[in-house]
């Protein structure tokens, strides 16, 4: 196999070109008034929008970009860097991909055309235990699992409980489906919940990736300035030894996030497991990065006023929005067990 | 139907630290990160206003390394139509005067050329020359720092603006050549659909021979100026400094009425 990551490579190209407007119009200054008002960060997504983003994986005869799905991980990684607060990760890589595939013509016919230019606002709650979802408030279409597949709901068919979050910018709240919410013709097509989870499993751990890197990159600044003893405190040993740790960590785990997408791609037959390696690589360095920035920032990393606690709680959040790291390890044991034992197991109830 | 021509350069990010080599003072185009200069993409986006409004193409050309491709991609994605890449070891080191020919010797190659948009000065060489020698080579009115423009019908108005001589409305036949200033636009953002669109068009690569100019009017030992000697700025000096004790005002009057300021 062959990843083509340089100048001129499409996942290269699309993610300088996500990350040129979200520098742009999500800067510090941005971030922080987003975690103040408490709004939904509605012209962001307007912005977002115009970019044609949202359609990437879906064929352009469709009305999309007809991208890889491996082409897009940069582009989530700049995403989750950038401290943008939008369900940009649902959007483009789990509900309109699956919704298109998935669903019969009257409902594409009657979807996708908001989907893709933004007007609807979508969220996905596919997880085994619950119906959590993110920026469950503002979504007009939300995929949800029950037991029997993966039901599309719509506005009208379901109200929102808030769920305490972390990270309340992310809109945490629990979907519950009116009485009447899960009819037939709601329901996806067979393997649709499958699909749904192993794309919101790596998608978001590029994501979280993405988080780890700014989180390594604001403390490596810090560190450069941040004076102690006469000296830098980046120039101290046991300082450079916990950041190049945190570099390692978030460098080893980009890639397990790239295999993921390529081998769902692909339809290889180590696809689920590739996405729990990813997911649980992008915890485990979340929070090494995580736990490492907050001691090397000192004091000040823990007030409101430094910038570090949004990707902090960010990160927290998504560490466990689609699957915690234990779940994911469970599922890889369990993976080994039933492969030995001759079968494939995805995201088996564990 | 109008179409333009946009002239678009490579430079290196301002961001980055620029120098100029240590072998002959040209720039070292290697040492810094290399980017579309940010006027061209003001004069790409004129030039797409004008398009979508009406009717025409929009070709983007380039002199420069083989690296220029980046910058002529993201004038692509952008949205321009089509370009031309005049790339040639011979071109390294020149002039504005040389690099003027070698545009007009690319446009005349063209079917049809309208409008010519350039940026008023690029960010690394800086001389502004490019867009009037142009016009004069192609005997084209030129209508430079353009604020603003108008395209109706075979008329182009411009209101132009220097900071010495204030505002002034030009008008003129086209075809023409006009150069605009960071005031006439906000360049928009590539959208997905246009970086994926600009992997299939075409761009067309020539050397100074395809286009019939003669290497030695071109290149560092054809210019008309050189750079004998280069070192760099020096560190700025510390400011002075005062202690404010209660007379801090006093002193900065003290320090303004010295430098005979009040």
């Known amino acids: ?350 | 139907m109008t179409n333009i021509v946009v002239l678009v350069k490579q430079v290196p990010d301002t961001y980055s630290e620029r120098k100029l080599s240590d072998s002959d003072f040209t720039l070292d185009r290697e040492s810094a990160d290399a980017v579309l200069d940010e006027i061209n993409e003001r004069a790409v986006e004129e030039a797409l206003k004008i398009t979508e409004a009406g009717e025409g193409e929009v070709t983007v050309l380039a002199v420069g390394p083989d690296r220029a491709t980046d910058a002529i991609r993201k004038a692509l994605s952008m949205g321009a139509h089509k370009a031309v890449h005049v790339s040639d070891p011979a071109l390294h080191g020149s002039d504005v005067i040389a690099t003027a020919k070698v545009i007009a010797a690319a446009i005349r190659r063209l079917d049809s050329v309208d409008l010519i948009i350039a940026g008023n000065a690029s960010s690394d060489g800086g001389s502004g020359g490019v867009p009037a020698i142009l016009a004069e080579l192609l005997g084209m009115p030129q209508l430079t720092h353009a604020r603003s423009v108008t395209v109706e019908g075979g008329t182009i108005k411009v209101d132009r603006e220097t900071a010495d001589e204030g505002v002034t409305h030009l008008e003129a036949q086209l075809p023409a050549v006009v150069s605009v200033t960071e005031k006439i636009n906000e360049p928009r953002y590539p959208s997905f659909k246009g970086i994926m669109a600009a992997k299939k068009k075409p761009v067309e690569t020539l050397t100074v021979a395809d286009l019939g100019v003669d290497a030695s009017e071109v290149g560092l030992d054809n210019a008309w100026s050189k750079v004998l000697e280069a070192a760099p700025k020096p560190p700025r000096e510390a400011g002075q400094k005062i202690e404010d004790s209660g007379d801090g005002g006093v002193k900065i009057a003290e320090f303004l009425a010295a430098q005979k300021l009040i």
């Not at chain 1, 520098?23 to 008002?37: G, M």
Request: some cysteine.
């Open chain 1, 1 to 350: 196999m062959t990843l083509s990551y340089g100048s001129d490579a499409t996942s290269t190209e699309l993610a300088a070109g996500l990350s040129d407007v979200l520098s742009a119009k999500c800067d510090l200054d941005h971030v922080r008034r987003v975690w103040s008002e408490g709004e939904f960060d509605r012209s962001l997504w307007d912005e977002v929008s115009s970019l044609s983003f949202w359609g990437a994986l879906i064929p352009e005869a469709d009305g999309g970009l007809g991208v890889r799905s491996e082409d897009v991980v940069r582009s989530l990684e700049e995403f989750g860097y950038s401290g943008a607060s939008l369900p940009l990760t649902e959007t483009v890589a789990v509900v309109v991909p699956t919704i298109h595939r998935f669903a019969d013509d009257e409902m594409r016919d009657r979807l996708l055309p908001g989907l893709l230019s933004g007007a609807s606002v979508s969220t996905a709650a596919v997880m085994p235990g619950g119906t959590v979802a993110l920026f469950a408030d503002v979504a007009d279409v939300a995929l949800v699992a029950a037991e029997d597949g993966l039901y599309v709901l719509e506005r009208d068919q379901f109200t929102v409980e808030p769920v305490h979050s972390p990270d309340p910018t992310s809109r945490l709240g629990r979907i519950k489906p009116r009485p009447d919410a899960f009819t037939p013709h709601a329901r996806l097509g067979e393997g649709a919940l499958d699909e749904a989870r192993l794309r919101a499993v790596w998608a978001t751990a590029a994501v979280l990736n993405g988080v780890s890197r700014r989180m390594l990159d604001l403390t490596v600044e810090h560190t450069k300035q941040r004076e102690q003893f006469g000296r830098a405190i980046g120039t101290f040993q046991a300082v450079k030894h916990l950041a190049a740790d945190a570099w390692v960590a978030v460098e080893s785990s980009r890639p397990c996030s790239w295999y993921a997408a390529y081998a769902h791609q692909e339809g290889l037959p180590d696809a689920a497991v590739a996405a729990s390696v990813a997911m649980a690589s992008a915890s485990d360095a979340a929070r090494l990065v995580g736990d490492s920035a907050l001691q090397l920032h000192g004091g000040i990393g823990f007030t409101w006023e430094h910038p570090l606690h949004f990707w902090l709680k960010r990160g927290k959040l998504l560490e466990h929005s689609y699957g915690s790291r234990q779940f994911h390890l469970r599922t890889l044991g369990v993976a080994i067990r039933d492969e030995q034992a001759g079968s494939e197991a995805l995201f088996a109830d564990v």
